[in-house]
């Protein structure tokens, strides 16, 4: 069997978490078994698809990098296609026409609750021969007797009686499709053998297979996701902060480390952690998805980018930390070379928007010292290292990490001082906080001009506090 997955989102909004594990599960499974992985897009509601969603999304997956082999086909181009299958399903009986009113349905669903009965279309029109020239939409004819046997991939077998389903709604009033009919016929015309999808859609599940039954069509396999859930244990939505792919991506996260991240969430092989693009092809397998929810959780995700941010190449880490720099108000086409900067900081962010952060003191200057860290570092005690080190520094020619490291040793030998004595003075003055880089290879990338003036900027600091005190 030809093994082709689909990723059907509707564009009514940008490319959610959850959606794009759904979307990286279906692209996995067809890059495993040598299939064809398909990009839908189901904009049939048309008051809420917009041009943006659908930018958004297709943006989402280009930086995630899950490539679609057939596609972006668009709901809205087909109806035509649409109405041929309702037609059919009309002339076999297996749709009619039903023009009950608003009315009659709300108080039927009032009377339904009322009793403690699933609300249900009760058949009305099912008999009746309905006019196609008054306002009418068309229903589908569910069986009454029987079941539907879903052997999920996931969640094993699913039995739904068919006295639970009603007629539902496959054309509207306006004549435009309803969902459940235009996934059947995307699904059918598309050659779907594997819809994976969340388990939101299990109710649809039994409703999609009658329709495709109805047909005389054979059936795909379904495996339906679980939700993920917040650490607060209620759905992930907006307010547990970012949903959306693009806005990790702004965060400072890495695809990879997201990818990584999302395919471990609900999915393991043994106790391994860290997976390549390749290794999760290799590995992948739906039957090893677990069955519950997966809860969100921002410190493992954090966790692994800092990995994927440690071990890659500085050059590439540092073209991806360039619009980060720009929203600092940094030129990084300025001195130090970004990459050596990158190289310097790889082990120190957690994500690219932190790099940038720590990094900005390397080519802006700042006004001001971190309070916390002058008040303990930049003391009167401070000034006679610090003038030991400027006088040193500013005859030094060489201005390389190491010979930068033993004239630091050297004033620290002369004075009788243990490093940090010397080193955290002089890190916070360059620096301008407590944290950085190792202190030579900090001066060496900051350049001489930069130390000297910003060594005298903290001894000014120095002698502004002995007056003050």
Known sequence: MSIRTRFAPSPTGYLHIGGARTALFSWLYARKHGGKFVLRIEDTDRERSNEESVNAILEGMTWLGLEYDEGPFYQTDRF??????????????????CNCSKERLDALRKEQMANKEKPRYDGHCRLKEVDANEPHVIRYRNPQEGSVVIEDLIRGKIVVQNQE???????????TPTYNLTVVVDDLDMKISHVIR????????????NILKALGESVPQYGHVPMILGEDGARLSKRHGATSVVQYREMGYLPEALLNYLVRLGWSHGDQEIFSIDEMVELFELENVNRTA?????????????????NDDPGRIARLLSPHMGEQ???????????????AQQERANTLVEMAEISTFFYKDFEEFDADAAKKHLRPVAEEPLQKLLEALTQL????????HQVISDVAEALELKMGKVGMPLRVAVAGRASSPSIDITLAL??????LARI????????QRKQNA
């Not at 389903?165 to 004549?175: A, E, Q, S, V």
């Not at 969340?198 to 297979?209: K, S, V």
């Not at 997966?294 to 440690?310: D, V």
């Not at 086409?333 to 970004?338: E, F, R, Y």
């Open 80 to 97: 035509e296609r649409y109405d041929e299958i309702i037609n059919q399903l009309m002339e076999t009986g297996h749709a009619y026409r």
């Open 165 to 175: 389903l009603d007629d539902l709604i496959i054309r509207r009033t306006d004549g």
């Open 198 to 209: 969340g388990d939101d859609h299990i109710n649809n599940t039994p409703r999609q297979i």
């Open 294 to 310: 997966s809860t969100f959780n921002t410190e493992k995700l954090q966790w692994l980018n800092q990995h994927y941010i440690k």
């Open 329 to 343: 108000g940094v030129d990084p086409a300025d001195n130090p070379a970004l990459s050596d900067v990158v190289r």
């Open 397 to 404: 020619e060489d201005w390389q990490a190491e010979p930068i």
């Open 446 to 451: 900051l350049g001489k001009e930069r130390t």
């Open 456 to 463: 005298n900027m903290a001894l000014a600091f120095i002698e």
